[in-house]
């Protein structure tokens, strides 16, 4: 049976991996500078997380959201201590989309309306609400397209306004740093605009945090840079290393109803041991001061190369913007110098999201890789 081929593959294969590195089926070694579309978090086949997989797998690995299960109990604590987010109350699922997909359902049930406002090329996944309010006709299917969401440009403070008056708008629906987008980000005064007009509307303001959350942007969640508080907070990719887990965080004003939201797999026992050794190791090896740190020598080294026009992002996820498309720049890093980086929408635009774990090292590297394939 041929494989539903949509995805344009670099032919690499790896097969294994080990904190900033993967290996092929050759043998040869790649640095990871793109973890996987952010993903990995703590670095490939850490210990920790191998053993807290192993034990649990081998212990129990799965039972259905009817019994009491103490790890997710553990996971929400250990997420609200080091999130700071106090009284935030945990639902869990398995992907980012669905984290999204669950935010606009709550936000319209307990507002009781229907439109959302999102923001020109915004990336919230590829289910129905969540692919509606992602600035992407190519992946809207026409059953999607029945949502009904409002696209604004970042900093359009009175297009909020004016859709906000319309008194139909459940959610704004927001990434802090924009990501496959490319790295955009609103400024502060607009976003503290936008969340005072969410609280007099009866509107949520949701935070997309899967991929800027979980410490990547120097702070455990990138809206911590301004002074809002969202309703709701969506995560995922960081959350498991690689383990399917996603979340959403609910304000503790919001009052939850038996049915209201529902997965058969979401926070099942092996997620929850994934996350739990995620957040472990973040802590345990202060991975967010490696963050700020590493992110700081990563900018300073940019900007010693003339090619590079524009650097964007916060901590490390970050964009290195040229004059010219970078797909052959990319193929050259990967193939020559063994690297893998990211894409963008913005054709000029590398995408950087190493494993939180990397060392100046590894910048090195790159760097230097970097200079002979321009
Ligand atoms: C900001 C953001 N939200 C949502 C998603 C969707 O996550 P998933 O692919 O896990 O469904 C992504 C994936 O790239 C993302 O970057």
Not at 208 to 225: L, N, P, T
Request: proline letters at 4%; a negative charge.
């Amino acid at each position: 049976m041929p494989l539903f081929d949509v995805y344009p593959l670099y032919n690499v294969t790896p097969v294994s991996g080990k904190d900033m590195f993967v290996y092929d089926d050759n043998g040869v070694e790649y640095l990871d500078l793109y973890g996987g579309h952010a993903v990995i978090s703590i670095g490939h086949s850490h210990p920790n997380y191998v053993k807290a997989i192993t034990n649990q797998v081998s212990t129990l690995g799965f039972y259905s959201n009817a019994i009491q299960n103490p790890l997710q109990v553990e996971l929400a604590n250990k997420i609200e201590s080091l999130s700071g987010c106090k009284g935030y109350q945990l639902f869990l699922c398995n992907s980012g989309a669905e984290a999204n997909e669950n935010a606009l359902k709550l936000a319209s049930f307990k507002t009781g309306k229907s439109r959302v406002i999102a923001f020109n090329n915004a990336f919230h996944g590829r289910t129905s609400a969540a692919v509606a309010a992602t600035d992407n006709p190519g992946i809207v299917a026409p059953i999607n397209a029945q949502q009904q969401v409002a696209f604004l440009a970042l900093n359009d403070i009175e297009g909020v306004k004016r859709e906000l008056e319309k008194d139909d708008v459940c959610a704004v629906i927001v990434e802090f740093i924009q990501g496959v987008g490319g790295l955009d980000q609103g400024t502060a005064e607009f976003f503290e605009q936008v969340d005072a007009l969410c609280k007099a509307n009866n509107t949520y303001f949701i935070a997309d945090e899967v991929q800027a959350g979980y410490g990547r942007s120097g702070k455990f969640f990138a809206f911590q840079y301004y002074n809002v508080t969202p309703d709701v907070i969506s995560i995922a990719k960081g959350m498991g290393n690689g383990f399917p887990i996603g979340g959403i965080l609910i304000h503790p004003s919001i009052e939850p109803k038996y049915g209201m939201l529902g997965t058969t797999f979401g926070g099942n026992h092996l997620a929850c041991a994934a996350g739990l050794a995620v957040l472990n190791t973040l802590e345990e090896e202060h991975l967010m001061k490696n963050v700020n740190e590493i992110s700081d020598y990563f900018i300073s080294k940019a900007s010693t190369i003339p090619e590079i026009k524009n650097i964007k992002g916060k901590g490390l996820m970050l964009g290195l913007e040229f004059d010219f498309e970078i797909a052959e720049l990319r193929k050259k890093l990967i193939y020559e110098h063994h690297i893998f980086t990211g894409g963008a929408s913005n054709k000029k635009l590398i995408r950087i999201l190493p494993p939180l774990s990397i060392q100046k090292t590894h910048v090195d590297q790159f760097f230097e890789a970097l200079r002979q394939a321009l």
